[in-house]
């Protein structure tokens, strides 16, 4: 069934919300009966609720229609290799998926269906096949935000030590004990 999406920019890629602008749209949402015709358009939240769609919302861009479960490509929801790379997962060989500091298993999902296709465990999928999560490190009590990178595996590759470098992270003391680590498998 083709339905609607609401797709909508941020700093980290595209995301997009199901999107009804007519009674037949709502069907299959369990809104049918609680959504009139005037409140139409509505952007359901992907959290169990909805508002009232205006295109002028901050982000905005544009709406599609798709009949997939996940109607954008991962590299459209999760920059590949953007420079401005904060947070998200870094592959083997060394390619930046984005993401914003609650976005990492969302964005293992989809890595891991488009690479690992039918992994139950998306995150561990990852962990288990060298990739590297860049983590917001802030506890809480600093006054500044910073980067933790963690693998499950304890070692990295020379494609992600040099990803690492050109992120600026190469300093930090996990990448520090993680390149020691892994030193004499390059």
């Given at each position: ?7 909508y920019?941020?700093p ?6 199901r ?34 769609f205006r ?5 905005f861009?544009?709406?599609?229609e798709?009949?997939?479960?996940y109607?954008l ?14 947070l998200?997962w ?10 914003a500091?609650?976005n ?12 690992y ?15 590297l999560?860049v983590?917001?490190?802030w ?17 990295i590759?020379?494609?992600?030590a040099?990803?690492?470098?050109d992120l600026?992270l ?8 993680l ?8």
């Open positions: 069934m083709v339905k609607k999406y609401a797709v920019s941020s980290t890629g595209d995301y997009c919300y999107y009804a602008d007519s009674a037949e749209a709502l069907e299959g949402t369990g809104f049918e009966e609680i959504i009139t015709e005037e409140q139409l358009p509505v952007v359901f939240d992907g959290r169990g609720g909805y508002y009232h295109p002028d919302e901050r982000g861009k544009k709406v599609i798709s009949d997939k479960e109607p490509e991962l590299e459209e929801m999760y920059k590949l290799n953007d420079p401005g790379f904060k998200g870094i592959s083997p060989d060394g390619d930046t998926y984005s993401c500091f609650t990492h298993n969302k964005c293992a999902q989809m890595i891991a269906r488009k690479f296709p039918g992994s139950r465990f998306p995150e561990r999928t990852l962990d288990r096949n060298g990739w999560q983590m917001d490190s506890d809480g009590t600093r006054e500044h935000h910073g980067q933790f990178v963690y693998t499950e595996k304890g070692s590759t020379r494609r992600q040099d990803r690492l470098f600026g190469y300093n930090n003391s996990e990448v520090q004990k390149i020691k680590d892994s030193e004499n498998d390059w």
